[in-house]
């Protein structure tokens, strides 16, 4: 009986993840017209562009909110900088990354 709870659970646990990971990648494909799976995937160059052009749009996303200018939005603001954490960890190599993220490199 225990083993049907700890599979209910590991199943609910696992759906909430894809469910986040979907929310996370239209959220982050509206607000730049990056995919977000391209983006984990990517290496080198490639990568690291990405990285500063995330960077610059969280920048510029921050000038908004601070200005209070009308076309601000704190939810573009949240999925913009969970992109990057998740961006991050994936070139990192930390536990947590998607399953999409095939670069991540070991440090150490």
């Known amino acids: 009986m225990a083993g049907l709870r700890e599979e209910t659970h590991a199943f ?3 759906k909430k993840r894809e469910t986040e990971e979907a929310r996370q990648a239209a959220a982050f494909f ?3 017209g990056i995919d977000l799976g391209a983006a984990l995937a990517a290496d080198g ?3 690291e562009r990405l990285r ?3 960077s610059r749009l969280i920048e510029r ?3 908004r909110g601070m200005r ?3 076309s601000y939005d704190l939810n573009r603001h949240i999925a913009l900088k969970q992109a990057l954490d998740r961006l991050d960890r994936c ?3 930390q536990p947590g990354t998607a ?3 095939r670069t991540a490199r070991r440090v150490g």
């Open 12 to 14: 609910k646990a696992r």
């Open 30 to 32: 509206l607000a730049c």
């Open 45 to 47: 160059e490639d990568g």
């Open 52 to 54: 500063r052009r995330l």
């Open 61 to 63: 996303e921050r000038l």
């Open 68 to 70: 209070r200018h009308w």
């Open 91 to 93: 070139r990192a190599g």
């Open 99 to 101: 399953p999409g993220c």
